[in-house]
């Protein structure tokens, strides 16, 4: 993971909005795992551990995937105003 | 006719129709071309497959962020882009090293050569108040206070490790009244790392 500093993993602040220029880059790395893959690398991680985790994260991804299909199908909608009759 | 109805079933299929959460969006990786339809298997190959795997087989999400036309990402002028009348790769570096225990603040030229350090230690926190959010802002508004002194205004700013002190180190730079460009994060971390340390006794 070697890039040219100051060009990756940077966010430029705009108009000395610190925070939302740290919201931005914790999100990223959040979202790309990095800070996880950190967190994990600090202490050894025994292959019992290693596979439970795999296997957990696995069925939480189906089940997540799952749930949100059944969110949209239960939410699905097939009209142009959601509320009629309300203002 | 037949086109339009091609187009139609495309709208249908779409894989990135399903499932789409807010501020995401979906990039399809496999290729939808449109060409002239001859027959009916030519019709059904250029026709995306029905995506029945699990999210990130065939698609992917990426922060919508990226996409926002502000420049809130470096690109290949950044380095010699002027803030303040000093190019971005000259400005002078506030290097935050972040532990669970600790903050360092250390304060370099574009070079790397050190100018100011300073940490909770030398703050005056002893032992765990080291390691609070308190003691790292009040270390980098002093930091800060002795750097405008010595003439850095504009500084460019990075963070490594994780820490009680990530967040407010930042604040209090900005607090003692330094223009912060960028904010970079420099943490450390490999995927086929040596082996750490075992993990500690509960």
């Known amino acids: 993971m070697r890039h040219a500093s100051f060009i990756a993993r940077t966010v430029f602040v705009h108009n000395n909005d610190v925070e939302a220029a740290c919201r931005i880059l914790n999100r990223i790395l959040g979202r790309e795992d990095i800070l996880d893959q950190f967190r994990r690398t600090r202490y050894f991680e025994k292959p019992f551990q290693f596979r439970r985790r795999i296997n957990f994260e696995r069925c939480k991804a189906i089940y997540n995937e799952d749930m949100d299909r059944k969110i949209q199908f239960v939410l699905r909608k097939n009209r142009t105003d959601p509320f009629p009759g309300s203002l | ?202």
């Not at chain 2, 969006?25 to 001859?38: A, E, M, P, Q």
């Not at chain 2, 303040?84 to 030229?109: E, H, Q, W």
């Not at chain 2, 750097?147 to 003692?176: D, H, N, Y």
């Open chain 2, 1 to 202: 006719m037949l086109r339009n109805g091609l187009y139609n079933l495309l709208k249908n299929l779409s894989i990135s129709e399903n499932g789409v959460q807010e501020n995401v969006r979906t990039l399809v990786t496999s290729l939808t071309r449109c060409r002239d339809v001859v027959d009916r298997r030519e019709m059904l190959r250029s026709l995306p497959k029905p995506d029945e795997g699990t999210v990130g087989e065939r698609t992917m999400d990426v922060d919508s962020s990226i996409h926002e036309r502000t420049d809130r990402f470096p690109d290949i002028d950044t380095p010699n882009r002027l803030f303040n009348g000093i190019a971005f790769k000259d400005l002078p570096v506030f290097n935050i090293r972040v532990s669970p225990n600790n903050t360092i603040i250390n304060v370099t030229d574009a070079k790397g050569v050190p100018k100011i350090l300073r940490s909770c230690g030398i703050e005056g926190f002893k032992n765990t108040r080291k390691g609070t959010n308190i003691a790292a802002q009040a270390t980098a508004i002093t930091i800060g206070t002795k750097a405008l002194e010595k003439g850095i205004k504009t500084v460019r700013v990075r963070v490594r490790g994780l820490g009680p002190g990530r967040m407010s180190a930042i604040k209090g730079l900005q607090m003692s009244g330094l223009q912060i460009i960028s904010i970079t994060d420099s943490t450390r971390v490999s995927w086929c790392p040596p082996r750490p340390r075992k993990r500690k006794k509960l």
